[in-house]
């Protein structure tokens, strides 16, 4: 079993920056990917970004890349999302999720998420 909880969102104006932080626990991470998804009020959960927890293999969704930076911690086992140049279209309900993925991280989808944290709000005002 892992658990994972998330913190960091908030209230911010558009082009800014948030850090949201992911922080794992109950069982060893080696062979999980963690990510990142967002649900937008009346729209799908859709995925944001991912990262292997024990390798350098990164994905992020197209609207993102540039703006959005997945890293880890491994003594603190927690994993983050730095979040800039945040636009109105950012805001969402944004959730941690880890994935027994042995193939690349691009394969993380709603579909093969394992665990979920209980989400963070992240508001970009224009």
């Known amino acids: 079993q892992v658990r994972l909880v998330e913190s960091g969102g908030g209230l911010v104006q558009a082009g800014g920056s948030l850090r949201l932080s992911c922080a794992a626990s109950g069982y060893t991470l080696d062979s999980y990917a963690l990510g990142w998804f967002r649900q937008a009020p009346g729209k799908e959960r859709e995925f944001v970004a991912a990262?292997?927890?024990?390798?350098?293999?990164?994905y992020y969704t197209d609207s993102v890349k540039g703006r959005f930076t997945i890293s880890r911690d491994n003594a603190k086992m927690t994993v983050y999302l730095q979040m800039n140049s945040l636009k109105p279209e950012d805001t969402a309900l944004y959730y941690c999720a880890a994935a027994l993925i042995v193939g690349p991280v691009a394969t993380m989808t709603l579909d093969t998420v394992d665990y979920w944290g209980q989400g963070t709000q992240v508001t970009v005002s224009s």
């Open positions: 990262r292997h927890w024990s390798g350098g293999d990164t």
